[in-house]
């Protein structure tokens, strides 16, 4: 695996597609968390966050990316803990897991716009396979479409708290602007892997993010890891 992965802070670009799923605590799978966190839960449900991402040219790299979070509680604010992570570049994996403790792995992952003849506009194929035809134990096979799409630009600042030996948990900030859009998912994953939870539910929330600037990681500013 190279080790030649680019320092924080990345300067990422392109479109993603993220949907809230508001689950009940008991269907999730018992994923290690870091110490000080917690499940933000409410009436015995808490929520999860799947992000599928095009990374495109013109960013600190490109690649294509699943990352399924959870909303954690973290001291006295709300943060997110990447818990499943899939990315096609080995660039990114190597640097996701040295730099923040991001739990990537390799995968097949489609991004992309669906061009066939009937499919509207704004309609995004969306794909993961880990494995072998027969053999894929973490598949996820979905399509996004736009419903309305909203004017200007967003902008978004969060954090992930992630497991990082040695030492404390690490604090990641993200910064985040792109036009938006609310939109509609379908997706089904493979029973026995990750992401079966979602089979037949719908998320309570899907927008899309385009033409994004995303910096992920500290940037040697003060409040570098205070960003909420």
Not at 44 to 68: A, I, K, M, N, S
Request: with cysteine; net charge positive.
């Amino acid at each position: 695996m190279p080790a030649d992965f680019p320092p924080e802070p990345w300067l990422l670009r392109g479109d993603m597609y993220a949907s809230l799923w508001w689950l009940p605590v008991r269907s999730l799978p018992r994923w290690p968390l870091p110490s000080e966190v917690r499940p933000l839960v409410v009436a015995g449900r808490c929520v999860l966050v799947t992000f599928w991402v095009d990374y495109q040219p013109g960013g600190t790299l490109t690649y294509r990316e699943l990352l399924v979070a959870l909303v954690v509680r973290h001291r006295r604010s709300v943060a997110g803990t990447a818990v499943a992570v899939w990315v096609d570049d080995e660039r990114s994996l190597a640097g996701g897991r040295a730099l923040w403790g991001i739990p990537k792995e390799l995968g097949s992952l489609t991004v992309a716009p669906a061009r066939s003849a009937g499919r509207k506009a704004g309609q995004v194929r969306l794909g993961l396979s880990t494995g072998s035809p027969g053999h894929d134990t973490a598949g996820v096979r979905g399509v996004y479409r736009d419903l309305v799409r909203l004017p200007g630009r967003i902008r978004v600042r969060g954090r992930l708290v992630q497991r990082h030996d040695p030492g404390e948990p690490r604090q990641v900030p993200l910064r985040v602007t792109g036009s938006p859009a609310l939109g509609r998912v379908r997706l089904a994953a493979a029973g026995a892997g990750p992401l079966a939870v979602i089979n037949g539910r719908r998320p309570f929330l899907t927008v899309s993010l385009r033409d994004f600037r995303f910096a992920v990681g500290r940037t040697g500013r003060a409040d570098g890891e205070t960003d909420t």
